[in-house]
């Protein structure tokens, strides 16, 4: 009993340490609030310099960051003339690099101009010697190396506009012809994909291959590639019903590809 007694026993020196004890830790607690309060203050005076920082970082990448960086989804932007030579040509042409005919050297370029515009056109689209195929960038689009080609040219005195070759639009009747031809020969292996063919009305497979333009398709269906069979593997087949049945198949593409893109386009906004 005494020893309980003993152990309950309270003296004036634990009471002295348990009440400051008890009051240092709400003061504690009181102090730093004030100085976090003080701390918000001051803060809120001074300007918040990322955002500035951000601008200045966009502001610089402008070019690259508009059309490629913010939305991977959003339709390609095609390059102004001025823009295709900053970030390409101008890797070899501002200096003159590999013997390049040098920007805005008259003296380079007066013989290459007088070739005319659809020559130097194929050279920078194909590659031409040292000259690279595109300038080396197989992203760039037909439309964005002639803009280029002009960029560069009209620089050194030609007065050339970027118009690419434009191919021959099919009339409704050959089409409807192309589409019969397509049904008879090309559809068993064009509709279901069969073997890897690439199937009628499919932006993806299609798109790489409009780029190639429809010589390159013609003579392709015409004489056969890789697994596809010359005229679908119908030799009675005229070269023209073959062509026309092409003309049917790129039509059909460029429709679904054209209906895609309001969409898209929309969606960027
Ligand atoms: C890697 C270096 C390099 C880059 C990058 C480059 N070129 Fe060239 N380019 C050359 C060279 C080298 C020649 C000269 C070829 C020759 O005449 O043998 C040339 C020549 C040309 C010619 C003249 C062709 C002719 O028929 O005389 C054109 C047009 C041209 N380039 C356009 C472009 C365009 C457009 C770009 C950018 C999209 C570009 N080049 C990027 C190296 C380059
Ligand atoms: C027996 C199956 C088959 C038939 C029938 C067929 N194709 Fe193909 N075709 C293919 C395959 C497989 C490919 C893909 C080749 C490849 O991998 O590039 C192809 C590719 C193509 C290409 C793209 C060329 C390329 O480089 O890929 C064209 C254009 C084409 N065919 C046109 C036709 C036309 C026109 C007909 C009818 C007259 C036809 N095809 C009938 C199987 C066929």
């Given at each position: 009993?005494?020893?309980?007694?003993?152990?309950?026993?309270?003296?004036?020196?634990?009471?002295?340490?348990?009440?400051?004890g008890?009051?240092?830790a709400?003061?504690?607690?009181?102090?730093?609030?004030?100085?976090?309060?003080?701390?918000?203050?001051k803060?809120?005076?001074?300007?918040?310099?990322?955002?500035?920082?951000?601008?200045?970082?966009?502001?610089?990448?402008?070019?690259?960051g508009?059309?490629?960086?913010?939305?991977?989804?959003?339709?390609?932007?095609?390059?102004?003339?001025?823009?295709?030579?900053?970030?390409?040509?101008?890797?070899?042409?501002?200096?003159?690099?590999?013997?390049?005919?040098?920007?805005?050297?008259?003296?380079?370029?007066?013989?290459?101009?007088?070739?005319?515009?659809?020559?130097?056109?194929?050279?920078?689209?194909?590659?031409?010697?040292?000259?690279?195929?595109?300038?080396?960038?197989?992203?760039?689009?037909?439309?964005?190396?002639?803009?280029?080609?002009?960029?560069?040219?009209?620089?050194a005195?030609?007065?050339?506009?970027?118009?690419?070759?434009?191919?021959?639009?099919?009339?409704?009747?050959?089409?409807?012809?192309?589409?019969?031809?397509y049904?008879?020969?090309?559809?068993?292996?064009?509709?279901?994909?069969?073997?890897?063919?690439?199937?009628?009305?499919?932006?993806?497979?299609?798109?790489?291959?409009l780029?190639?333009?429809?010589?390159?398709?013609?003579?392709?269906?015409?004489?056969?590639?890789?697994?596809?069979?010359?005229?679908?593997?119908?030799?009675?087949?005229?070269?023209?019903?073959?062509?026309?049945?092409?003309?049917?198949?790129?039509?059909?593409?460029?429709?679904?590809?054209a209906?895609?893109q309001?969409?898209?386009?929309?969606?960027?906004?």
């Open positions: 009993m005494s020893d309980l007694h003993q152990m309950t026993k309270t003296t004036p020196k634990d009471f002295l340490t348990a009440t400051l008890g009051l240092f709400p003061g504690l607690t009181i102090f730093m609030i004030v100085m976090l309060f003080l701390g918000i203050q803060n809120m005076g001074q300007p918040d310099t990322e955002p500035v920082a951000d601008q200045i970082v966009r502001e610089r990448i402008k070019p690259f508009q059309s490629l960086a913010i939305d991977p989804n959003a339709p390609k932007v095609e390059l102004t003339g001025t823009q295709v030579y900053t970030e390409v040509c101008g890797g070899c042409h501002e200096s003159g690099a590999l013997d390049s005919p040098k920007f805005k050297e008259k003296a380079d370029w007066g013989k290459r101009i007088a070739q005319g515009y659809p020559t130097l056109l194929e050279h920078a689209l194909k590659g031409y010697n040292k000259m690279p195929a595109r300038g080396g960038d197989p992203e760039l689009s037909d439309l964005e190396v002639a803009r280029g080609v002009v960029y560069m040219t009209n620089a005195g030609a007065n050339f506009e970027a118009i690419l070759k434009k191919e021959v639009e099919p009339t409704a009747a050959e089409l409807a012809r192309g589409k019969t031809v049904v008879d020969n090309c559809a068993y292996c064009h509709d279901s994909g069969l073997t890897g063919a690439q199937k009628l009305g499919d932006a993806q497979a299609w798109k790489p291959l780029k190639e333009g429809k010589d390159y398709l013609y003579n392709a269906a015409i004489n056969g590639s890789f697994g596809g069979p010359a005229k679908g593997g119908n030799t009675k087949l005229s070269d023209a019903d073959t062509r026309l049945a092409v003309d049917y198949m790129v039509a059909e593409a460029k429709a679904v590809i209906a895609a309001p969409v898209k386009q929309a969606a960027a906004q």
